[in-house]
């Protein structure tokens, strides 16, 4: 399921990110990798504000569709 599906506290591991080569390598620079573990600490409007290995990062609920995980 995307990761906007997520609610606040909920955690999910990252299966698949899909997009152009750009965004996947972008979503890479910040954490964002197969395997890793995503924690939502706040949504708002639609963003997403994630826990992800020692950083936080925020997303826009487009971005965040484009992150497959399983929980």
């Known amino acids: 399921m995307p990761l906007s599906m997520l609610s606040p506290g909920e955690s999910g591991t990252i299966r698949k990110i899909s ?22 600490v706040s949504a708002l409007g639609g963003n997403l504000i994630l826990q992800v290995k020692d950083s936080r990062v925020a997303l826009d609920q487009q971005m965040a569709n484009r992150i497959l995980i399983s929980v």
Do not use: I
């Open 19 to 40: 997009g152009r080569d750009e965004v996947r390598a972008h979503l890479a620079e910040l954490g964002f990798v197969v395997d890793a573990v995503v924690t939502v």
